[in-house]
C-alpha cells in the first residue's frame, strides 16, 4: 500500500477540517505530515517554496461567480495573503501565503459569500468545468450549469466519493467552440445531437478516461453513449463509483481512470456503466461540435436580445488584488456583477447592454485587461512556477511573459493567432500538450552549468480532431527561447502546425542554436 492509501485507510481526508481550528493554535510545524497531506482534502497546499505559508483552492463549479464572491477573496489576498491571485485552468482561484493561524476566519469570510475549497485536492472529483458563457452563447446546444451544480452538489462534502484512487477531472459542456479541453478529462460530456427527422434531440456523447499528467497525454476513450440532460447525472454517478471501486490503487502513477479502461477496454466499461444506471444506453450521437477554437476572449453578442458580454484576457492569469476590485467595479457598474472565469485565463463581464458597451470599451483599465490582446498575449497561458508550486521545475509565469514580450518585439505584426502553453513539471498544469506550442519547464546542463529549460512541443489540441503533441526539441534554455521561436511561430497557422512532422520543424529550429539538440 503506498503512502497515500495508507493515510486514506487510517481516517477518511474530509475529517480534517475539524482539526483546523487546532492547528490555528498550535502553528504550521505541529501538524502531523498525515493531516499536512489531508489539509489537500480542505483546499490547503502547504508549498515548499514559502515555509509555514499555505495556498487555498478555491471551488468555483463552471467558473461562474459573482462580484461579491471575488471582492471576498481580494480581501482575503490582500489582508492574510500577499495581495496576488492567481486564474487556474480548472477556472479556479488561488490564493497564496496564508498562514494556518488565519484560516479559521479566512474560510469564514469564503463560507459568507457561499465559496468553498473543499475537495480541491487530492483523490478527489476535482472543480467541474464547462463552457464560461454557458446560458448567454448564441450557438450553445445544449445549456449546462444545472448538470455542472448538480454533479458539484452529488460529490462536495460526500465521504462516497473523497476517497477516489487518485483525482478525477470533470467536464461537461454544450458549446460547440472547444473552449474547454474535453479530451483530457477523466469524464467529458461533449454536445451532440441525433437527427428524429420532425426534431433534434440534444444531449452529449461520453468521453473516459482522458489526462495529461502521469505519462502525458491521453486522449480520452469515446464510450460510444450518448445520454440525454435528465439521464446525465446518473451515467456520470455510475461512471464514479465505477473508478471509485475498481480503480487502480497500487501506484501513485497508474491510478487514473485512464489506466482502469486501458485495463478493462470500453466495451466492459460500458457494460458496468449500464449495469448501474440499469438500462440499456444510446449510442453515441452526432458530435455537434465544430473544428476550431475559441477562448471567448473579445467583445460578443449574447443570446440575450440586447445584451453583450466582454471576455478580458488576465495575462498568464495572474492578477493583484486591487486590480481585482477594479474589473470587479466594472461588472457592477456596466452588466449585473456576475462573472465567469474561462480556462484561458481570462474573466468574462456578462449581460452588457448595447448602450452602454461602447463606453466600457473605452475604459482605461481594458488597457491592462485587454478584450482585444494581441495574437500571442490572447493565446498565453501558464502554470504557477516553481515560485509557489512544489512541483514545478522551473519559474513559469515571468517567463511566459518576457517570452513573449521579446517575440511581440521581434515578430510584431507578421505574428499570426496561436495558443502558447506553459507547464513547469509534467503534471502538466498548463496545458501545454494541447496547444499550438507548448513548453515543458526542465533543468538541464548547458556548457557545464544547470539552467532552467524546456523542452517544444506543437501541435497538440482536444477538440472533434484531437491530436497528440509532438516534441520538436529538448533542453532549449530558456534565455534561448525568444531566438529559437522566431524561427518557428512566423511560419505557423494552426491547421499546419500538427501535420509539421520531425524533419521540416527540426531545420527550421536547430539551425538557431547549436547548443540546442533537437528532439530524439
Not at 489582508?79 to 490564493?95: E, K, S
Not at 479502461?261 to 453515441?284: D, M, Q, T, Y
Not at 513547469?424 to 532552467?452: W, Y
Request: contains cysteine; hydrophobic residues 40%.
Amino acid at each position: 500500500m503506498n503512502k497515500i492509501e495508507a493515510i486514506k485507510t487510517e481516517r477518511d481526508g474530509l475529517t480534517v477540517r475539524e482539526m483546523i481550528a487546532h492547528y490555528a493554535t498550535t502553528g504550521w510545524e505541529a501538524i502531523p505530515e498525515a493531516d499536512i497531506q489531508r489539509l489537500k482534502w480542505c483546499g490547503l497546499f502547504l508549498r515548499n517554496p514559502t515555509p509555514g505559508f499555505f495556498m487555498v483552492r478555491v471551488r468555483i463549479p463552471g467558473g461562474q461567480t459573482t462580484s461579491y464572491q471575488l471582492r471576498a477573496l481580494a480581501e482575503i489576498a490582500s489582508t492574510y495573503g500577499n495581495g496576488v491571485l492567481d486564474l487556474t485552468t480548472r477556472q479556479q482561484v488561488q490564493l497564496r501565503n496564508i498562514k494556518i493561524e488565519d484560516v479559521p476566519a479566512v474560510f469564514a469570510k469564503m463560507d459568507g459569500v457561499g465559496l468553498t475549497s473543499m475537495q480541491t485536492g487530492m483523490d478527489n472529483v476535482r472543480n467541474v468545468m464547462t463552457c464560461a458563457i454557458s446560458g448567454l452563447n448564441p450557438d450553445e446546444v445544449v445549456e449546462t450549469m444545472a448538470l455542472v451544480r448538480a454533479i458539484n452538489e452529488e460529490i462536495l462534502g460526500k465521504p462516497a466519493y473523497s476517497n477516489l484512487p487518485r483525482k478525477l477531472n470533470v467536464a461537461v459542456t454544450g458549446c460547440p467552440h472547444n473552449c474547454v479541453h474535453m479530451e483530457t478529462q477523466d469524464l467529458a460530456l461533449v454536445p451532440a445531437h441525433y437527427d428524429l427527422g420532425h426534431d433534434r434531440c440534444v444531449g452529449f456523447n461520453v468521453l473516459v478516461g482522458g489526462k495529461l499528467g502521469s505519462g502525458g497525454y491521453r486522449i480520452a476513450t469515446p464510450l460510444d453513449v450518448f445520454v440525454n440532460p435528465s439521464e446525465a447525472l446518473d451515467v456520470c454517478r455510475a461512471i464514479l463509483g465505477i473508478y471509485r471501486d475498481h480503480g487502480p490503487r497500487e501506484s501513485r502513477t497508474q491510478a487514473r481512470l485512464a489506466f482502469l479502461i486501458e485495463e478493462w477496454g470500453e466495451a466492459r466499461f460500458r457494460a458496468e456503466v449500464e449495469a448501474r444506471v440499469g438500462k440499456r444506453l444510446a449510442s453515441a450521437g452526432i458530435d455537434a461540435r465544430k473544428a476550431g477554437e475559441q477562448d471567448h476572449v473579445g467583445i460578443f453578442r449574447q443570446r440575450q436580445q440586447g445584451m453583450n458580454y466582454a471576455g478580458l484576457k488576465v495575462l498568464v492569469g495572474r492578477v493583484k488584488a486591487a486590480d481585482l476590485v477594479k474589473i470587479l467595479s466594472l461588472a457592477e457598474k456596466y452588466g449585473n456583477g456576475e462573472i465567469r472565469i474561462t480556462p484561458s485565463q481570462a474573466l468574462i463581464i456578462p449581460n452588457i447592454s448595447d448602450r452602454t458597451v461602447g463606453d466600457l470599451a473605452d475604459e482605461p483599465l481594458l488597457k491592462q485587461f485587454a478584450y482585444n490582446p494581441s495574437a500571442l498575449y490572447k493565446g498565453l497561458v501558464s502554470c504557477v512556477g516553481s515560485d509557489y508550486c512544489n512541483l514545478a521545475v522551473i519559474e513559469s509565469k515571468g517567463r511566459a511573459v518576457a517570452v513573449a514580450k521579446a517575440l511581440e518585439g521581434r515578430l510584431g505584426a507578421s505574428l499570426k493567432p496561436i495558443t502558447m502553453h506553459w507547464s513547469g513539471c509534467p503534471a502538466s498544469c498548463g496545458n501545454h500538450l494541447v496547444a499550438d506550442v507548448g513548453l515543458l519547464g526542465k533543468k538541464a546542463k548547458i556548457d557545464g552549468k544547470v539552467v532552467e529549460a524546456v523542452d517544444i512541443y506543437i501541435g497538440g489540441r482536444s477538440g472533434p480532431d484531437p491530436k497528440l503533441a509532438l516534441k520538436i526539441m529538448e533542453d532549449v534554455p530558456c534565455d534561448k527561447l525568444p531566438a529559437v521561436l522566431e524561427g518557428l511561430l512566423p511560419y505557423h497557422t494552426r491547421e499546419k502546425m500538427h501535420r509539421v512532422r520531425g524533419g521540416g520543424a527540426r531545420k527550421v529550429l536547430a539551425g538557431k542554436e547549436t547548443n540546442i539538440s533537437p528532439a530524439a
